[in-house]
């Protein structure tokens, strides 16, 4: 079975500050794939960032960052710099390979303070 | 940038009626999904389609639900009988070939009343 667990129900940052948004994860697959997502109140659900279970570097894409710690099983996701359009919901997500489907996690209300 | 493109953006509809999502997905994709989530809820896997078949489902994914892709571009979620707990936004996701990420719709806000 897979399970995604995020903690941090709602998170504050000062802009321009950085902020880790936590994720943890179980599963029995040996090859899997991690994933955040973000989801503005529009509602829309934006790719931000994948890393796989054997890469060995952590993934970044601009300002995101993935902070994989394979024995931990955890996934952080790092926002470097934040901005006012970083408000939003964040979710974490897990795609084992011996199936299709995503498992989310609960999500983090991420709030940008001026 | 090319996008899946989910239409209506909001449907509201009487309890027992029948509804149609519709979603248009990236062109090359192979995977296709669908995916609900009550409001302040998590996202929950309903499908998934492959080869213009079921390749997954979940529990939530019974007997009132079905998918089609009637042609090459469309994929269609059907609800037979709706409930008031069907209430809830739903996603459309595909994703392309020997990637992992799934790419989601802006998502049919559907309120049953």
């Known amino acids: 079975a897979q399970k995604i667990t995020q903690t941090q129900p709602g998170m504050f940052v000062q802009e321009k500050e950085a902020v880790t948004l936590d994720c943890t994860y179980d599963t029995s697959d040996p090859s899997y794939g991690l994933f955040w997502y973000k989801q503005p109140s529009s509602g829309e659900m934006i790719f931000l960032i994948y890393q796989g279970s054997y890469d060995q570097q952590n993934a970044t894409e601009g300002r995101y960052s993935l902070n994989f710690q394979k024995a931990r099983k955890s996934a952080n996701l790092v926002i470097s710099a934040s901005q006012l359009g970083d408000s939003a919901m964040y979710f974490c997500?897990?795609?084992?390979?011996?199936?299709?489907?995503?498992?989310f996690g609960t999500g983090t209300s991420l709030t940008v303070i001026p | 940038e090319p996008e899946v493109t989910q239409t209506p953006s909001h449907q509201v509809t009487q309890m027992g009626q029948e509804v149609i999502l519709r979603c248009v997905p990236i062109?090359?994709?192979?995977?296709f999904y669908w995916y609900r989530q009550i409001l302040g809820q998590k996202v929950e896997f309903l499908v998934s389609?492959?080869?213009?078949?079921?390749?997954?489902k979940s529990e939530i994914f019974d007997d009132q639900f079905s998918v089609e892709r009637p042609d090459g571009s469309n994929f269609t979620l059907k609800i037979r009988s709706t409930k008031l707990e069907d209430s809830a936004m739903y996603f459309c996701?595909?994703?392309?070939?020997?990637?992992?990420?799934?790419?989601f719709g802006q998502g049919t806000r559907l309120t049953v009343v």
């Open positions: 062109s090359n994709h192979l995977y």
């Open positions: 997500a897990m795609r084992g390979f011996s199936g299709n489907q995503f498992y």
């Open positions: 996701a595909s994703s392309p070939p020997r990637q992992p990420e799934a790419f």
């Open positions: 389609f492959y080869n213009n078949e079921i390749s997954e």
